[in-house]
Each structure stands twice: as structure tokens, then as C-alpha cells.
């Protein structure tokens, strides 16, 4: 998941025992949380009717709806290729399209301007929009759909707020944040949902790991950051809307499925400010991480489920830790290696603080994602990293898992 401190919280893309549990609860639209929808390789299931339908019969079927909400996975290609599509069937069938992004703050918005606009080069606009900085995912998985944005002149929007404002809220509560912080917040955040906030656990809950510790308050707290970059997101994205949509407009957001299940996430906060209509389609591997089929789905998961391919490992590398900054340093400290990752392989630790990567400084998080953007599967890489007041070298050898 997410290389940021937050990706630990806010758990987008549930896998493995939790997912099978997140697919099927029973909360979200009361019409539909009754039952199940078939899901099928290559078909969009209507989980109003259950019919399976085509990309060109689900554009149709959007066409009330002012914001179309499409769920993702970050590292999976099969996902982005379905929200290509859709943007492509929308355009197709003579909608004006605008683009919301989870990955940037809304302080990025100029350069998002200036890429469509087609004002910026690939390297111009990955260096000046900051995105290895902002988000860390590799470039190409979401090349395409920038790049058909710009060939269709479609506008793109930063719908986040900077990442250390909802690392405040978790940490110290909304009604604690100073005023330039609070500047940066939604005029209202709904952290009442206690659907929501089952979902949010049953997303974290595996029964190991940091979370199976936490006490009430902790949790309550991680939902809170988790609403408040929800209601961000919606906030921000009406706002686009409004001001730059017009008759017939359609905002498609972009964004980590976690926030779209259920309706429960952003769909939910955006009530607070549209009346409109709002679907949501989210892409479902129709295998899960033990290779065992998974068939049905709850109908109020959301309104289009897109049966996909499961991809065992990304497309590109990644060492599989999570860091945030080091006290009193902008350098990168280890708090979390994933088990069988590349990371675990290499001998990473809990505490490690990165110091170089290849010879490179790695002075803050930009710098070790760009590094790593830079290594294809089968590459090596050589980290220092300060232990217990000492300097370690690690040897890291970027290598799937064999199905």
C-alpha cells in the first residue's frame, strides 16, 4: 500500500481475509444490502438489477449522475485500464468530463492546469507537480489517463488537502488544529456514521499486526483522519464541479476504493454540499490473494461492480516498507516492513532510519520513491540505513513471488 505513514490507517484496498469480509457486509444503500450480484471476468454488473453490461451501456446508465466515483487499487494496472475506460465512454457518449485526483493536495492545482493545457512535458510535470513527493505510485500506472486528459483537453483537479493536515487531525482532533490548519479543512466533516466506521475497521482488522492492539480512542481517532480526507475530497470535488461543469458535466473521481465502498466514504460526506445524482463503480479481482473465486459481491458495495484479472505482483517494484519522517530530521524512519516483501528479504527493521540508496542521499520520501520508480524487477539496490547509532548496509534484490 501507500509508502506514507497514513497508508497504515487509512487501508484503501482490502486484501486476503479482509476483503472477503468487506465484500459482503451488510450496511450501505437498505434497498440493496439484503443480497448479492453475481461478478463476472470482463462484464459491469448493474447490482440495482444484477444484469451484466457493457462499458458503452454503463456510460448510458451514468448519465444522470453529476459525480461518477471509480475505485482503485493503486499498484494494479487492471484498475486504472477500467477507469480509462470509463472516462473514454463518457467522453464517447458526449459528456463533458472532468477529472477529480486523490493523489494530489489542492496547492497542486496549477500544474495540474498547465498539463492539460499541454503546457508541461511528462518529465516537466512529474518534476514541478511533485509526484513522488505527493503520492510515490509509479508514473505509468497511471500514464494513460493523464495523457488521454490532455489529448481530449479534459480538466484534471487536486481534490486532497496536504498530507500533514490530516496527520494533525489524527493526531490532536479537528477542534485542536491551529488556524492556518484549519484553514485547509472542509467547512464540515460527518464523523457520525457508525456504518462507516464498522467498514473502516473490518478494512483494518486481520487479527495481527498494530491495529489488533489499539484501544478505542486510537481507533476513533484514525476514523476521524479518515473522514476528514473524505470530506475533503467531496468538498473539493463539488466545488470543481460547480465551477467549472456546466449542463450535463460529470465529475469522475479517481480514488483508493476503500473511500467509495458502500457509499459510506466520499459519496457520503458530498451530500453535505449536492443534491445530485452520485454513482460508484469499482473494479473487483475475480480471484482473491489465495487464488479462490470470488463470485458474488454485496449489491451495496456499489452501484457498478467491473469483474478485473488479479495481478499477483505490481507492475514495478516496490521494497514492501512504510516510513515517515524521523524525529527532529526529514529523513526517512522505517515503521513498518511488510512480511515476504522485498524490504523483509533485505533485512529491513522497524527503527531503520534510510541514510542512502545507491550512493544517493535519501533525504526526504520524494527522493527514495523517484529512486525506486527508477528499478525494474530483477534490479538490485544497495541501502544504508542508521541502526542503533551504527551505519548498516543492505543488500535488496527487487524479485516477484512465484504464484
Request: net charge neutral.
Amino acid at each position: 500500500m501507500c509508502r506514507m505513514m497514513l497508508a497504515l490507517i487509512l487501508l484503501l484496498c482490502p486484501l486476503g481475509t479482509a476483503q472477503e469480509r468487506v465484500l459482503h457486509l451488510e450496511i450501505g444503500d437498505p434497498v440493496r444490502r439484503g443480497r448479492e450480484v453475481p461478478l463476472v471476468l470482463d462484464a459491469v454488473t448493474d447490482s440495482a438489477s444484477g444484469e451484466h453490461i457493457s462499458p458503452a451501456e454503463l456510460a448510458r446508465r451514468l448519465g444522470r449522475a453529476g459525480i461518477v466515483v471509480v475505485g482503485e487499487s493503486h499498484t494494479s494496472m487492471e484498475f486504472h485500464a477500467v477507469q480509462l475506460r470509463i472516462l473514454e465512454e463518457l467522453q464517447r457518449a458526449g459528456r463533458k468530463v472532468l477529472v477529480g485526483l486523490e493523489m494530489f493536495p489542492y496547492t497542486e492545482q496549477p500544474h495540474l492546469d498547465n498539463w492539460t493545457r499541454g503546457l508541461l512535458t511528462e518529465k516537466g510535470f512529474i518534476e514541478l507537480s511533485r509526484w513522488y513527493g505527493n503520492w510515490g505510485y509509479h508514473w505509468n500506472y497511471y500514464r494513460d489517463i493523464f495523457l488521454f486528459a490532455r489529448e481530449k483537453h479534459i480538466p484534471m483537479f487536486a481534490l486532497n488537502v496536504p498530507r500533514e493536515i490530516v496527520s494533525a487531525v489524527r493526531k490532536k482532533g479537528v477542534q485542536n488544529l491551529t488556524p492556518e490548519e484549519a484553514a485547509h479543512m472542509p467547512p464540515k466533516i460527518d464523523s457520525d456514521s457508525e456504518e462507516h466506521f464498522a467498514l473502516f475497521r473490518a478494512m483494518l482488522e486481520s487479527g495481527e499486526g498494530m491495529h489488533s492492539s489499539m484501544d478505542a480512542a486510537q481507533w476513533r481517532a484514525m476514523f476521524d483522519a479518515q473522514c476528514t480526507w473524505d470530506a475533503a475530497m467531496a468538498h473539493n470535488a463539488v466545488r470543481a464541479l460547480r465551477e467549472h461543469g456546466g449542463e450535463g458535466a460529470v465529475m469522475v473521481v479517481l480514488i483508493g476504493s476503500g473511500h467509495a465502498a458502500y457509499g459510506l466514504g466520499i459519496q457520503r460526506q458530498a451530500r453535505q454540499w449536492y443534491d445530485g445524482a452520485i454513482a460508484s463503480v469499482i473494479p473487483i479481482p475475480v480471484r482473491d490473494d489465495r487464488n479462490r473465486p470470488v463470485e458474488t459481491v454485496r449489491a451495496s458495495y456499489a452501484d457498478f461492480v467491473w469483474g478485473i484479472l488479479p495481478e499477483k505482483n505490481p507492475l514495478y517494484p516496490d521494497l514492501g516498507i512504510a516510513t515517515t519522517e524521523a524525529p527532529g530530521s526529514k529523513r526517512r524512519q522505517v515503521i513498518s516492513v511488510a512480511k515476504e516483501s522485498v524490504g523483509q528479504q533485505a533485512g529491513f527493521a522497524t527503527g531503520d532510519i534510510l541514510v542512502s540508496m545507491d550512493g544517493i542521499p535519501v533525504t526526504d520520501r520524494e527522493t527514495l520513491n523517484r529512486l525506486i520508480s527508477e528499478k525494474r524487477w530483477g534490479d538490485g539496490a544497495q541501502f544504508v540505513v542508521e541502526r542503533g547509532g551504527r551505519q548498516v548496509t543492505l543488500q535488496a534484490s527487487f524479485r516477484r513471488r512465484a504464484p
